[in-house]
DNA sequence: ACAGAATTAGGTCATTTGTCCTAATTAATC
DNA sequence: GATTAATTAGGACAAATGACCTAATTCTGT
């Protein structure tokens, strides 16, 4: 009795995989050499790389979906929610600075390669957009909810993506306290200056 | 007498193609194909795809070199040249919207290819980081200049990103006049309230 | 214990990949 | 105009790719 059935074991190894080495330059001898099993078991689970990405894809999001539950149930304030998603990029920074944002770099190999995937893909990130979009609106943000959500998650972003270029732990720290900040001035208006 | 060169034209096709398709997705026979010359006419002028990617990394640089210049040139005002690098967002929307930034993506993808050429792609980042460090240092911002730089890149960054998952015109000119507005404060700093 | 279903192993196939070679053609030099 | 160098064409090559098949094995329900 296995831990994980040999179709969670491919998913999960080709999760990985397609993240730290890209979807295109992942192979699928890739995939079953990791696993050490033969490709043809591999064929029996997926007939072709795109039932593999779809497969990634929807764990990607089953995962994100628990993590944001997750972090509702942690805390009751929507600032410390936010709070427990800008601080992914400390938390995770030692993968981010190698092979940046699992989201965002899916997202945009699949807008290069011109993939049906890549809506799917866009899908993840409107899954964070609507999380931070509730969040904001329950700390009061009313009609700028949304456009508070798509501008921290560029916010993020753009720090996974300067992480992989420029592998600087003072810039991650500087740039996630500068958010922290903006988020107080945010859920705190009265203490503006 | 061509206009150009076979080797500056297949820098220019391999330049185009890695932009809108990816580094890895890119084929010999793609570039040739595209341009209409035999392989054996490639492979007389690169003899491995290595060499092509150096040069197109080279092609950017000069690229780059020459826009910063530019930049420079049209205003005197650091803020203003400041702009001229943010409004690329606005000027090259549908193909970042399409391929995301081509500095971000092919750094991305080399991190995850762990190729050899990704210090050589993060050169280009430097190019801008430095320069976009000049002008803050020129407008009066001293030791934050390079802070500043860093964290401008990655709000330029994040959008990218961002307008490849979410192709809403709305969002970019949104932060773009966000940034404008916080650049304001920045070069007016008697002006805060 | 046994039949049928599910799973796995191992190999095949056409195509594409990056790399490489040789012969032909064009351009440059004396 | 002859000789040499630079460039191009058109393949060839082994290796790898995604896709596919069949036979063997393991599991499951009865």
């Known amino acids: 009795m296995p831990a994980l059935s040999t179709r969670?074991?491919?998913?999960?190894?080709?999760?990985?995989?397609?993240?730290?080495?890209g979807f295109e330059a992942t192979s699928f001898a890739d995939i079953a050499a990791a696993l050490g099993i033969s490709r043809g078991n591999f064929y029996y689970h997926f007939r072709t790389k795109d039932e593999i990405l779809d497969a990634v894809i929807d764990?990607?999001?089953e995962n994100t979906r628990a993590m944001l539950g997750n972090w509702a149930e942690e805390?009751?304030?929507?600032?410390?929610?936010?709070?427990?998603?800008?601080?992914?990029l400390v938390t995770n920074r030692t993968?981010?600075?190698?092979?940046?944002?699992?989201?965002?770099?899916?997202?945009?190999?699949?807008?290069?390669?011109?993939?049906?995937?890549?809506?799917?893909?866009?899908?993840?990130?409107a899954m964070y957009r609507e999380w931070l979009s509730d969040q904001f609106r329950a700390g009061g943000q009313g009609d700028r909810a949304d456009s508070l959500a798509m501008h921290l998650l560029g916010r993020v972003q753009g720090v996974a993506v300067m992480m992989t270029a420029f592998p600087d732990e003072d810039f991650i720290r500087r740039e996630v306290g500068e958010i922290e900040i903006w988020l107080g001035t945010l859920f705190e208006p009265d203490i503006r200056n």
Do not use: N, W
């Open 8 to 21: 969670q074991q491919i998913v999960e190894k080709a999760d990985a995989l397609f993240y730290a080495g």
């Open 59 to 61: 764990r990607r999001m």
């Open 75 to 88: 805390d009751d304030a929507p600032k410390d929610r936010i709070l427990s998603f800008v601080r992914i």
């Open 95 to 125: 993968k981010i600075m190698a092979f940046g944002c699992p989201v965002g770099t899916l997202s945009t190999e699949l807008a290069k390669l011109d993939h049906a995937a890549h809506g799917r893909a866009a899908e993840i990130f």
